[in-house]
C-alpha cells in the first residue's frame, strides 16, 4: 500500500494488518489507527488514539516539511479510511 509518486515509499500490507490487530488488542482502548511518516527515520509509524479530533493534530503529508506527518486514518474496526 500507500505506492506511487504520491508517497515516500511503500508500506508492506502484512504490517498494516499487523498494526490493526495490535490497536483493536491494545490494554488502552483506541478507535482510530494513525499512520505517520517519520522524516527523520524514514519510516511509517503507527499511532493509535480514540479521539476523532487527534487525526487533525498531525500535518498532512504532501511535500510539506515536517518530522511527523499523517499520510492515513483508519477505523479499527471498520477498517475505513477516515483520511
Do not use: C
Not at 511503500?10 to 491494545?26: I, V
Not at 499511532?47 to 483508519?74: C, F, H, K, M, W
Amino acid at each position: 500500500m500507500f505506492e506511487g509518486a504520491s508517497f515516500p515509499k511503500p508500506l508492506d500490507e502484512q504490517t498494516f494488518e499487523n498494526w490493526l490487530q495490535a490497536g483493536r488488542n491494545s490494554i488502552v482502548p483506541s478507535n482510530f489507527l494513525l499512520i505517520l511518516w517519520d522524516d527523520i527515520d524514514g519510516e511509517y509509524q503507527p499511532v493509535y488514539t480514540s479521539e476523532r479530533d487527534e487525526i487533525y493534530r498531525y500535518d498532512r503529508y504532501t511535500n510539506t516539511p515536517g518530522r511527523q506527518l499523517l499520510v492515513a486514518a483508519y477505523d479499527l474496526y471498520s477498517e475505513s479510511r477516515v483520511v
